[in-house]
């Protein structure tokens, strides 16, 4: 350090030191080190807030009300002050330097003013080597004791970089803060992106984060990581108080927006938040503190349908869940001890919701007797009591608590029994009717409003009226000719008799078997042996199970994927719609064959004209894309609007997914929309109950 007269003002003038120049910071991360330490100083002298100000074309006054900057300041890497302080985000020392040297390099002025004198910078001599030019500070000392805090002059400086400075801050981004706690605090994103901070200084941006944070409760891996650029810090260091900040956070509109984005998890596109299962069960129990909260699984809701419309009907907000969340929430209590609300404790509040007023079978009357003597003729045409039924009773009424409407009958499964009302005696057609009802639901499982349930209902109507005409009910006892159940009823000897006749070459007994394993009706699930009966079946000439083999070969079910093995089925069976739309497949993919739109069109043209309703739906994409076929949105919606039609779930699916988003010329139409994916979630569709709840939640 040494004295210098210039302009007849004397000033002392020091080598700044600075050894590595960040040759990648802008104007605006100087300007940020400047106004970290204004607000440095704010905090520590409890004094009024800073203020930035536009002076002149291109100057710029950066101005707080503490202490004053002293020159000594230059010297510091870190001041104990702001070390033992947590809340402090300035670096006196380093960040001062740093800026001073990228102000000098891009040509802007410095003066930094306070009550200790006025600090500018000037390019020098090194002190001893008169070759060497380095940056020296120029102190002038004008003590002015009135004067309050420090004020910082930049000249040569664009509104650009100011603006640019201002918004690596939180105090200076509009953006609504969700909650508070105690390492930290949840805001929502503004922008394309969420933001890291610390302690109101922006140090990461996250693209796929459902938030962006201010941490304020800083833990050694966080201060190790604050580099001297202060940007780019990695999530290594910031995760683990990101998750503190979610496990503490009770903020009911938080909690909405994670469980919102669990639905998005089967499919790969959720936040990277929820990729913390602590933090979906911390949300869920958050959310089972309010009431009208039910947590089902896709699979769940296609299970159980009837039960989904009853909660919705009652007011209940369905959130969906993945499985794996599910299991881990199943059995366990919120944080005030209330049981989490999943289906199953719906279920249970739901079959406790009913009440029973019940008739002895001897105060029914005459008439009602007489009916009610036919229970045993019926369910003998039934094919027995299952099982899980111990008893069937008449109730005067059967009348839920929660809804308001009342029902003909129900099947307790968690008592294993069938409840009628009584005014269903009115009529013998009443009573078995609904006798029927719940004897195919105690049978089979399914509940009302779902494909299995209604392929139950229909192959039993079906059943009756062949024996009915021909008058011939003994046959209906017959498990082999049961299509109407889910298998478990196949005893060990019906199998055994399939076999026999299988192994007597009956292509129809092999077809059936193949069918069994297969589907795992009555049997576990065996897509080896699927493949074995098929193939013999298809060897003996069943052309249905020619395609099945050919799809089991395209698939890979019991066996490695072979399209060679697969063409050479389809050829066999070529002129049947389903091995067209299969062969326009390979085609269209170009598996085992030159991919060919044209021929993919070819094909799935000849199965559409025979009625084939997955081909319209294949047809429909390659007008949509132009592929083998000039590019035709309407044309493509007329297709997919027949298959929908004809009970496609995936048609009616992506009918759902384009009528929600709009597609070419194709206009958006919520309505339509929800018409389309309440049909197809009905049909089995999970990713349809998936947009459902989005629309249901943004309706709300």
Request: glycine share 6%.
């Amino acid at each position: 350090m040494f004295l210098m007269m210039e302009d007849t003002m004397s000033y002392k003038s020091f080598d700044l030191n600075i050894e590595k120049i960040l040759e990648d910071w802008e104007p605006h991360h100087a300007v940020r080190e400047l106004i970290s330490n204004a607000i440095d100083e704010q905090e520590l002298t409890n004094t009024k807030d800073i203020s930035i100000t536009k002076s002149s074309e291109d100057t710029w006054i950066i101005r707080d009300f503490g202490r004053g900057l002293k020159h000594t300041h230059l010297t510091q890497n870190e001041n104990p002050e702001k070390i033992e302080n947590e809340n402090i985000i300035g670096k006196f020392g380093i960040g001062l330097k740093d800026a001073l040297a990228t102000f000098e390099r891009h040509g802007i002025g410095v003066q930094i003013i306070s009550k200790h004198g006025r600090i500018e910078i000037a390019k020098a001599t090194k002190h001893g080597f008169d070759d060497i030019i380095t940056l020296h500070a120029k102190v002038y000392e004008e003590e002015d004791r009135s004067f309050v805090g420090t004020k910082i002059i930049l000249s040569g400086i664009s509104d650009y970089y100011i603006h640019q400075a201002k918004q690596l801050f939180l105090r200076f981004n509009e953006v609504r803060r969700l909650d508070s706690t105690e390492f930290g605090d949840i805001y929502s994103r503004n922008h394309d992106t969420a933001v890291i901070y610390v302690n109101g200084v922006q140090v990461a941006e996250e693209e796929n984060f459902l938030f962006s944070y201010n941490i304020t409760s800083l833990n050694a891996k966080i201060k190790k990581s604050l580099n001297r650029e202060r940007t780019n810090v990695g999530r290594t260091a910031y995760s683990d108080r990101v998750k503190s900040i979610l496990l503490s956070s009770r903020s009911e509109n938080v909690m909405d927006k994670l469980s919102m984005d669990l639905s998005n998890i089967d499919k790969g596109k959720q936040h990277d938040e929820l990729l913390w299962l602590d933090v979906q069960v911390h949300a869920i129990k958050i959310l089972n503190e309010s009431k009208n909260r039910v947590f089902v699984t896709p699979g769940e809701a296609i299970q159980d349908n009837d039960l989904i419309d009853d909660m919705q009907e009652s007011g209940e907000n369905i959130l969906f869940i993945p499985q794996k969340t599910a299991e881990k929430i199943r059995g366990t209590n919120d944080n005030e001890g209330n049981p989490i609300r999943e289906i199953w404790e719906y279920r249970k509040e739901y079959t406790e919701s009913f009440e029973y007023d019940f008739v002895p079978i001897q105060k029914l009357s005459k008439r009602e007797q007489d009916i009610y003597n036919y229970k045993d003729r019926i369910i003998a045409l039934f094919g027995g009591v299952p099982q899980n039924v111990s008893e069937i009773k008449i109730s005067e009424n059967i009348r839920p608590k929660l809804y308001e409407d009342s029902a003909a009958g129900v099947y307790e499964s968690l008592n294993q029994r069938i409840i009628i009302k009584r005014s269903q005696l009115s009529k013998i057609e009443n009573f078995a009717g609904t006798l029927m009802h719940e004897l195919v639901h105690a049978k089979t499982g399914y509940s009302d409003v779902t494909r299995d349930f209604e392929s139950a209902l229909t192959s039993l109507t079906g059943k009756l009226t062949y024996h009915i005409l021909s008058n011939d009910y003994s046959s209906l006892n017959d498990d082999n000719n049961q299509g109407y159940n889910d298998g478990k009823d196949y005893s060990f000897s019906s199998i055994e008799t399939l076999e026999k006749a299988a192994q007597n070459q009956d292509a129809s007994a092999q077809f059936r078997l193949g069918s069994i394993y297969f589907h795992g009706d009555g049997v576990k699930c065996d897509y080896n042996k699927s493949l074995h009966w098929f193939k013999q079946a298809a060897q003996n000439g069943d052309i249905s199970a020619q395609n099945n083999v050919a799809a089991h070969y395209i698939e890979g079910w019991g066996t490695d994927i072979d399209y060679e093995q697969a063409i050479y089925w389809l050829k066999k069976c070529i002129k049947i719609p389903r091995a067209q739309s299969n062969m326009g497949y390979l085609y269209e993919k170009g598996y085992g064959v030159k991919r060919d739109y044209k021929k993919a069109y070819y094909y799935y043209h000849k199965a559409a004209r025979k009625g084939y309703v997955e081909a319209y739906c294949h047809l429909a994409e390659l007008y949509f894309e132009g592929k083998g076929v000039l590019k035709d949105s309407q044309e493509a919606l007329k297709k997919l609007e027949y298959a929908a039609s004809n009970h496609s779930a995936e048609a009616q699916y992506r009918l759902g997914e384009i009528y929600l988003y709009g597609k070419d010329d194709i206009i958006r139409d919520v309505g339509k929309a929800k018409k389309w994916l309440k049909k197809s979630f009905s049909n089995g569709v999970d990713e349809a109950g998936e947009l459902l709840n989005q629309l249901i939640n943004k309706s709300d």
